[in-house]
């Protein structure tokens, strides 16, 4: 069964950083797109960053130049390098693999349903 576990979510002050990480198993990480959502109370879930099967990242706009995401295949392991947090950073961060598509593409965040999903890691970022 396909598995993702997050860690490293925590508190932090605005201007701070944090690196989550996704461990995963059940699957051949190494064939699969591999992203992060995040998702506010009754706000849904909103995509991150993408990284390609070969590790290759796509990110929202909101995050480019502050987050990087990193997917280490001989590990098994997704990371999310978060700098300079800002109070709007604040969510639960999903791992998720993409069941679906080839490659992250330019819409890889809308397509929720071709998802599998860890259990989240809370991130909170305060002033």
């Known amino acids: 069964q396909v598995q993702l576990v997050e860690s490293g979510g925590g508190s932090v002050q605005a201007g701070g950083s944090l690196t989550l990480s996704c461990t995963a198993s059940?699957?051949?990480?190494?064939?699969?797109?591999m992203a992060w959502f995040r998702e506010v109370s009754g706000m849904g879930r909103e995509g991150v960053a993408c990284?390609?099967?070969?590790?290759?990242?796509t990110y929202v706009d909101s995050v480019k130049g502050r987050f990087s995401i990193t997917k280490d295949n001989a590990k098994k392991v997704l990371y999310l390098q978060m700098n300079n947090l800002k109070p709007e950073d604040s969510a639960i961060y999903y791992c998720?693999?993409?069941?679906?598509?080839?490659?992250?593409?330019?819409?890889?965040?809308?397509?929720?349903?071709?998802?599998?999903w860890g259990r989240g890691t809370p991130v909170t970022v305060s002033l």
């Open positions: 059940g699957f051949t990480f190494s064939n699969y797109n």
């Open positions: 990284a390609d099967d070969d590790g290759t990242p």
């Open positions: 998720a693999r993409d069941n679906y598509r080839a490659a992250c593409g330019y819409a890889w965040y809308t397509h929720t349903q071709d998802y599998s």
